[in-house]
């Protein structure tokens, strides 16, 4: 299969922003900054295409979720730091959110340790109805490792990350973490107000 699959970009939803807004308007950042925002969610969007479109290769799979989740974290801890008090507070009301924080525990685990933290998931099994003497089996697909099948960190422990990574992460698919930390870009870019970076007719220069 291709690797062109794309997420489309999410429509707005700035439920999570009022209320901090009132006092509070981010200020879009400069040219350049605003570039590598939105070169950093291209890259996030492009992991995704190649995690969701070779799922019958499971080494590129893994190798492609595992990418975005470094361009996730990256826009995460720009974001956070321009917008210290509001970024935090309405990525902690949004579950796709939260999906980003968890990735912190496990992009941390993989900065300081060689290992792999996916997996098939389980394979189950789907009965007729009663009467009927057929089956239907469903493939495995790709998941993130729960802690407890991950090698024990060697370092000090973040709780927090801990809990989100098991409760936002861990036992979902790989591909579907990796669309829920794309929406959650596109929520923050519309809700910022942040401009489209214009395009240029020559691609290959940077």
């Known amino acids: 299969m291709s690797a062109s699959i794309k997420v489309p970009y999410a429509e707005s939803r700035t439920g ?4 901090v807004r009132k006092v509070y308007k981010p200020s879009v950042p400069g040219p350049d900054v605003l ?3 939105h070169w950093s969610r291209h890259a996030l969007g492009e992991a995704y295409g190649r995690c969701a479109g070779n799922q019958n290769d499971a080494q590129k799979t893994w190798t492609a979720a595992v990418e975005g989740v470094w361009w996730a974290l ?9 917008m210290p008090v509001i970024y935090p507070e309405a990525r902690a009301q949004d579950p796709y959110g939260q999906t980003v924080s968890g990735f912190r525990w496990l992009r941390n685990r993989h900065a ?5 933290t996916g997996q098939g998931g389980p394979k ?3 009965f007729a109805k009663p009467g009927d003497d057929y089956m239907f089996f469903i493939s495995p697909s790709n998941r993130w490792k729960r802690r407890d099948d991950i090698a024990p960190r060697r370092e000090k422990i973040d709780e927090t ?6 409760s936002y992460v861990a036992g979902w698919p790989l591909d579907m973490t990796l669309t829920r ?11 910022c107000g942040y401009p489209p970076v214009d395009g240029m007719v020559d691609k290959t220069v940077l």
């Open 16 to 19: 999570e922003w009022e209320g």
């Open 112 to 116: 300081h340790e060689i290992l792999v």
């Open 74 to 82: 990256a826009l995460d801890e720009e974001l956070k730091g321009q």
């Open 161 to 166: 990350a801990q809990e989100r990574y098991d």
């Open 124 to 126: 189950k099994d789907f």
């Open 181 to 191: 930390a794309c929406t959650w870009f596109d929520r923050v870019f519309s809700a």
């Open 35 to 37: 570039r590598a925002l």
